[in-house]
């Protein structure tokens, strides 16, 4: 905009310049002379001139040429040529900026959808139920609107040790220094304390700590409320906020948790595990006062409990004193009625749609009749459309539930109050009918009732956020968006250009006055054709005058389809391409819509630009094409080394399973990790505590042993052919089979004695029992294997003091029937080469034990059916 100001105040002194050098031609004079236009400089109380000058420079630097107003000297040549080569250079710079600022914009939102696409499809995937696809939906949105994406723990690993327990002790150094058995606590201690500290997320009602369990945690409120209970009393004892603390029995040794500790609202805390809190004292000089403070603060909190416990059952009346209080605080967290529609429901996308294409409905047809004057036979099509957003304002006033800040709010008294607070005015403006209002009271002048049906168009900014469900459910779905997004943006670039052409005509129409032309249509004189005469005159001085003169439409002004149609031949290419076409601006006013919309179409310009190659960005460094480029990596370094060709072929086999079986992630655990500690065991029943819970050994696991060995799970994949474990080695773990197929072969590697599939485990011994491994077990086909580690394993229960004598007994009397059952498996083999035999008969007297090898020149990957399948 400067540069079309400055080239347009010197265009203007170019023609001041002609005048003083004695040139007989200016521009400003060709201007004003030109029959073709109505352009007066001194319109617009002498702005007129500066308008057109800085119209000339927008379109002399952003299109090619010098458009319809044209340089008349040698003066004004040599400065016009100056300025198209001026614009040829910083045109491309404008677009290239604003196209760069366009495909940053909200970068940060975009990666974070990204983000929750891959975990959604991942889920989708492994096939969980829908309340944990909800449960999960509902964190990012209150992850995104509380802390805007950002992972606080990722945040402190790039910072410097010193800096982090800095900014550690900022964020938590409050809550360490509220602790009672901390006060004689050195600075230096408590900083240690605090850069300890991990944050943990909790979701409503979940459960934090629970009653029975045994706890190694001590946890910190830092935002949210969560609720005390206990099996013993009915009714929730206490409830938990901001700075409060519970769970510190722990740090001393390890107990058993009296309370069950249960999230009402998004529970943002910070988690102290008792090793941890050891490790940060014990370099203090005040390590033994801490200890005995913690103790002495544990004895009289067990004191006042047993006081209180023994004051509730003596006299009821103070349990209903403490309870009642504590359910009143959290009534507003119970749901009055579950008689809603929630979020992400099929009607509520099917609705929403709907009045999405509505609203779109009403984009173009508002701006159209308001326009052209059209007729009003079909209006009454509009008023009924209206009937749905009056249902949809009583809908949302009562019945549709909302998620705010993560949480699910279905109470009606809420949703009203936030209805109210929020869409209540834009809605009440938007549906109200003023314009039938009008078209009663004022019969006479239908404009009215069109201008007021302009604020109809309100309604579409509030669902742009419907096209995100649709996409979203196309994803789930597994339909590519690209051409859907192609689509979306080539009609918003259409609608504008609707809009733009409606109101190039609508310039046209209120200067055109069909009043001032009534002695031409009173005529009675058959012998004149009235029609072009009537055009003539009611459309004189504008651009639509021109394009009768021309020929571009038919002498009597043509219909309203015709005039539509050169109208948006017109705002196309100027929102498009930035260039001139053969309909020009022919008056003041059009001069200043041009170049208004023309400063428009640079954006639009650099939009398309943007979007352009954010799309090409993206298919670059899309999951795909990210994998690819890994494969290429692998095959390279090969290549380089000279491997052999079976090596290429099994790198090709596994990063086709790799990608149809994991769309290309190795472990899902780098994504499944950021989740909150209770989203992933819910995510992890589906799939690694079913493998747990079928193994007899850990029967002795309690829910959160069960769940806490889950984590240590560590996934790994598998080539067919590939030796997951070797007979006679010390091995240190066992392995849980997820996908796939594996034979268990003998330390002779002569017969497959067993053939395992998905659901079962192997590898037991080495994990309790200090033994070499009796067999070997070999891929049959890619498999999904999850690995127990014996050091993991161990150190879990040992740091929950878990007896670890009764385990081994368990697993002692099965290894010992599995021994025996083994040792006649064995010997049955031995049997079945016997000749003679009956076992050595059955075996090789059944036809499908015969040519079973199949001809290597046909097996996948061999040069036959590489040239085969080309």
């Not at 058993?256 to 050891?278: H, I, M, P, Q, W």
């Not at 052209?372 to 009937?387: A, H, P, Q, R």
């Amino acid at each position: 905009l400067f540069a079309c100001h400055w080239c347009g105040c010197l265009w203007y002194m170019m023609a001041s310049l002609s005048i003083a050098l004695g040139q007989s031609q200016n521009w400003r004079n060709a201007d004003e002379l030109n029959e073709a236009l109505s352009v007066s400089h001194s319109d617009f109380g002498g702005f007129a001139a500066y308008l057109r000058s800085v119209y000339w420079a927008i379109v002399g630097m952003s299109t090619v040429g010098y458009g319809d107003i044209v340089p008349t000297n040698i003066i004004e040549i040599t400065f016009a040529t100056v300025v198209i080569l001026f614009g040829g250079l910083v045109l491309p710079a404008v677009v290239g900026g604003l196209a760069t600022y366009i495909s940053n914009f909200h970068m940060s939102e975009k990666l974070f959808r990204k983000r929750i696409s891959k975990v959604r499809m991942y889920l989708l995937r492994i096939k969980v139920g829908d309340d944990v696809l909800d449960k999960v939906s509902r964190y990012y949105d209150y992850h995104w609107s509380c802390q805007g994406g950002v992972v606080e723990q990722d945040v402190l690993d790039e910072l410097p040790i010193t800096l982090r327990n800095a900014v550690s002790s900022h964020i938590s150094g409050t809550m360490i220094d509220t602790l009672p058995f901390l006060h004689r606590c050195d600075e230096a201690t408590a900083q240690a304390l605090a850069a300890v500290l991990e944050p943990r997320v909790f979701m409503p009602h979940d459960c934090i700590v629970e009653e029975g369990e045994r706890g190694f945690e001590m946890y910190f409120i830092k935002r949210g409320q969560a609720v005390v209970t206990t099996s013993s009393l009915h009714g929730p004892l206490r409830v938990l906020s901001r700075n409060d603390f519970f769970g510190e029995s722990c740090l001393l040794r390890s107990s058993k948790n009296g309370a069950t500790v249960k999230a009402c609202t998004y529970c943002e805390c910070f988690s102290l595990n008792r090793e941890d809190f050891k490790d940060a004292i014990a370099g203090s000089p005040f390590v033994q006062e801490v200890r005995i403070d913690l103790a002495n603060y544990l004895v009289q909190t067990k004191n006042r409990n047993q006081r209180a416990s023994k004051n509730f059952s003596d006299h009821p009346k103070c349990l209903r004193l403490v309870v009642e209080p504590a359910s009143e605080s959290l009534s507003s967290t119970k749901p009055e009625s579950p008689a809603m529609f929630l979020p992400g429901s099929p009607f509520l996308l099917i609705w929403s749609s709907f009045l999405l294409g509505v609203c779109v409905y009403n984009t173009i047809m508002i701006p159209f009749r308001f326009a052209f004057n059209t007729s009003d036979e079909k209006i009454v099509i509009d008023w009924i459309l209206d009937l749905f957003f009056a249902l949809d304002m009583i809908l949302n006033h009562r019945y549709i539930a909302y998620i705010q800040d993560g949480e699910l709010v279905t109470e009606q008294d809420r949703i009203k109050h936030n209805y109210m607070a929020t869409r209540f005015r834009l809605d009440l403006v938007s549906t109200a009918p003023l314009d039938l209002m009008a078209y009663f009271l004022f019969p006479e002048t239908p404009m009215i009732g069109e201008l007021l049906r302009v604020l109809k168009m309100i309604r579409l900014g509030t669902h742009f956020g419907t096209l995100e469900k649709v996409f979203g459910f196309l994803e789930d779905h597994h339909i590519s968006l690209t051409g859907v997004k192609f689509v979306e943006f080539l009609f918003g670039v259409l609608l504008i250009a609707h809009w733009a052409a409606c109101g190039f005509f609508l310039l046209a129409r209120g200067k055109s006055s069909r009043a001032d032309c009534s002695d031409i249509v009173a005529r009675d004189d058959t012998t004149i054709e009235w029609a072009p005469a009537l055009a003539e005159c009611m459309w004189k001085g504008t651009w639509i005058h021109r394009q009768i003169r021309d020929g571009k439409l038919p002498l009597d002004g043509g219909n309203t389809w015709h005039q539509f149609i050169r109208a948006f031949n017109w705002a196309l290419p100027t929102l498009v391409a930035v260039v001139i076409g053969d309909v020009v601006p022919t008056t003041s006013p059009e001069t200043l819509y041009s170049f208004l919309l023309m400063v428009i179409g640079v954006t639009v310009n650099a939009a398309i630009v943007g979007i352009v190659a954010n799309d090409i960005l993206s298919n670059l460094e899309s999951d795909r094409a990210v994998f690819a480029g890994r494969v290429d990596e692998i095959r390279n370094y090969m290549h380089k080394h000279h491997l052999s060709y079976e090596y290429f072929t099994r790198v090709n086999d596994f990063a086709r399973y790799l990608w149809r079986a994991h769309m290309g992630n190795v472990s899902e655990d780098e994504f499944i990790s950021r989740l909150p500690y209770t989203l992933q065991t819910c995510i992890w029943e589906e799939t690694r505590i079913k493998l747990l819970v079928r193994c007899p050994f850990f029967d002795f696991c309690t829910n959160d042993i069960a769940k806490a060995l889950a984590l240590l799970l560590v996934p790994k994949t598998f080539c067919a052919g590939d030796i997951i474990c070797a007979a006679g080695d010390f091995g240190q773990s066992m392995f849980f089979l997820e996908r796939g197929t594996v034979h268990v072969v003998p330390s002779n590697g002569s017969t497959v004695v067993a053939t395992l599939v998905a659901g079962s485990f192997f590898g037991e011994t080495s994990l309790f029992l200090k033994q070499p491994r009796a067999s070997s077990v070999c891929a049959a086909t890619f498999c999904d294997i999850f690995e127990l580690n014996r050091t993991d394993l161990f150190n879990e229960l040992q740091r929950r003091d878990f007896d670890l004598v009764d385990t081994l007994k368990t697993f002692s009397c099965i290894h010992d029937e599995n021994s025996r059952r083994n040792k006649a498996i064995q010997k049955s083999l031995l049997d079945s080469r016997t000749p003679g035999t009956k076992l050595n008969k059955l075996i090789h007297s059944d036809p499908t034990t015969r040519n079973r090898k199949v001809l290597e020149i046909f097996m996948p990957g061999s040069v036959f059916s590489f040239f085969f399948d080309a």
